[in-house]
């Protein structure tokens, strides 16, 4: 059996996401309480920004986060510049679409990140 403090916890929490409690909630069949807690996730979802992105500056125990916008230069180690937001494989993506257009002619390296584009598909 439950503990009776985690059960006023989890009574709560489900009183204040679904407007009753835990005894009503748990008599509900198993497919309306997924349905319940999906519809109140996509909900949730869309409510939140993702404008900003933690971001990690520093290295071990001198570390920290901080929040920055998507798409924002941030200096996250001796000189070490990265766009917030951007995964690696995105990073290495706009490297080399930049080393291309310092390298070749505008139609080769047009090319060459349509090449890349569609390989990565």
Do not use: C, W
């Not at 489900?14 to 005894?23: L, N, P, Q, R, V």
């Not at 200096?75 to 494989?89: F, K, Q, S, W």
């Not at 290495?92 to 070749?104: A, K, V």
Request: hydrophobic residues 30%; positive net charge; glycine residues 4%.
């Amino acid at each position: 059996m439950l503990d009776k403090e985690i059960l006023n916890h989890i009574s709560k929490t489900i009183e204040d996401a679904f407007g009753m409690t835990y005894e009503e909630f748990s008599k509900l069949d198993f497919d309306t309480q997924q349905r319940l807690i999906s519809e109140k996730r996509k909900k949730e979802k869309k409510n939140k920004s993702n404008e900003y992105v933690d971001v990690m500056v520093g290295y071990g125990e001198h570390s920290t986060f901080i929040k920055a916008k998507k798409g924002e230069k941030v200096m996250v180690r001796y000189g070490n510049i990265i766009e917030a937001g951007l995964t690696p494989e995105e990073e290495r993506q706009r490297l080399e679409d930049d080393l291309d257009d310092i390298t070749y002619s505008k139609p080769v390296a047009f090319v060459k990140k349509l090449q890349r584009k569609i390989k990565n598909r």
